[in-house]
């Protein structure tokens, strides 16, 4: 069974920078194209970006509201991938959840941004 | 606001079947065959019920059927029971790699 858990979340500062991580267990990780999914309180859910396997090029691509701010990365030897947020804004304030590819979610990981 | 529009609520008795519509516009939801569903139970991780439009991932009970039609896409629940009582998002591929969802449905068993 693939399981995801989300870490690193908590409450920041505007302006302030946080790493999120996802450890993934049950699956071949490397094989596995990943994807960051927000979900702010009483709205839906919104595309944050998605990395894909090295053997497919390891590209990412980022929804709006993360270009130019947020980074994901992976590191396959730890089967885990990276949400490296900066900049962050009130409006970043959500749950987010990592995902293989929309396929596997995990339970989520709350982010708060507030002074 | 989301890019895909659903319905706020709704509801069924056991028993009973229940269809949530989610709407979109020719670049997405009508422009695309990669439109998915899922159910979030509070506390639980949100889980894949359809892809594709109509097809079920391994477990997920036949009672779940997807359709689309035009602009709109439909997850129709069939035989309601207690454990179908979850919130349900739809999602549809955008030009590729982006990935636009709906607002939500949250679905009473009465």
């Known amino acids: 069974e693939v399981q995801l858990v989300e870490s690193g979340g908590g409450l920041v500062k505007p302006g302030g920078s946080l790493r999120l991580s996802c450890l993934v267990s049950g699956s071949t990780f490397s094989n596995d194209w990943m994807a960051w999914v927000r979900q702010a309180p009483g709205k839906g859910p919104e595309w944050v970006g998605r990395?894909?396997?090295?053997?497919?090029?390891?590209?990412?691509h980022y929804g709006a509201p993360a270009k130019g701010r947020f980074t994901i990365s992976r590191d396959d030897s730890r089967n885990t991938v990276y949400l490296q947020m900066n900049t962050l804004q009130n409006d970043d304030t959500a749950v987010y959840y990592c995902?293989?590819?929309?396929?596997?979610w995990g339970q989520g990981i709350l982010v708060i941004v507030s002074s | 606001q989301s890019a895909l529009t659903q319905p706020p609520s709704a509801s069924g008795s056991p028993g009973q079947s229940v269809a949530i519509s989610c709407t979109g516009t020719?670049?997405?939801?009508?422009?695309?065959?990669?439109v998915s569903w899922y159910q979030h139970r509070p506390g639980k991780a949100p889980k894949l019920m359809l892809y594709e439009i109509t097809k079920r991932p391994s477990g997920v009970p036949d009672r779940f059927s997807g359709s689309k039609s035009a602009n709109t896409a439909s997850l129709t629940i069939s035989g309601l029971q207690p454990e179908d009582e979850a919130d349900y998002y739809c999602s549809s591929y955008v030009g590729g790699d982006n990935v636009v969802f709906g607002g939500g449905t949250k679905l009473t068993v009465l």
């Open positions: 990395i894909k396997s090295k053997s497919a090029g390891g590209a990412t």
């Open positions: 995902t293989t590819d929309l396929w596997v």
């Open positions: 020719s670049s997405d939801v009508g422009g695309s065959n990669y």
